[in-house]
């Protein structure tokens, strides 16, 4: 049963978490850097932003954060981070004091584990994509980061994303 205000979301997964996921990712990532260049690993990300957590980037481009903020809230939870999650009259800031990939990598001894926060960001701008907010991620020292969603538009249609033109 879900609490009041809480969206099931379609991609949530109660399995056994396997951290190693991450070092897969970073993987795969380096990959596609090295054999398809840094635009084709973009375009993935993106695409996967935008297809793949379709339904949160919808509610975003509609103007409703709420997916967005249960997806945060999920993957924290669920990886036992140390972070809080505040919301505020045009967005909200999740505050990551230590994030779980990157300790992660840490402890395995995995470099390259900021190519993480570079996918990070490609996935809150194809979250973002059409809609009247932004996400700005901001490390903030040694595997901490801050990433505020902030609504920097009013004109944007519930349907579609587009910013409303007037004619002068």
Not at 7 to 18: C, I, K, M, N, P
Not at 66 to 94: I, N
Not at 130 to 148: A, K, L, N
Request: charge should be negative.
């Amino acid at each position: 049963m879900t609490e009041p205000n809480v969206h099931v979301l379609r991609y949530a997964s109660g399995g056994e978490l396997h951290r190693d996921f991450h070092a897969s990712i970073l993987d795969g990532a380096n990959y596609m850097l090295d054999n398809y260049g840094e635009e084709a690993l973009r375009e993935v990300v993106f695409e996967t932003g935008t297809k793949v957590y379709k339904t949160l980037h919808e509610k975003l481009v509609a103007g409703d954060k709420s997916e967005l903020l249960s997806w945060w809230r999920y993957y924290m939870d669920r990886e036992g981070a140390d972070y809080t999650l505040e919301e505020t009259d045009d967005g909200a800031v999740l505050t990551v004091k230590k994030c779980p990939a990157l300790k992660h990598l840490e402890n395995r001894n995995i470099p390259g584990g900021k190519g993480l926060c570079t996918l990070t960001r490609i996935l809150n701008e194809a979250f973002t994509s059409g809609s009247p907010y932004e996400i700005v991620m901001e490390e903030t020292g040694d595997g901490s980061c801050r990433q505020t969603l902030r609504r920097i538009a009013d004109n944007f249609r519930t349907s579609g994303g587009k910013p409303l033109t007037t004619n002068p």
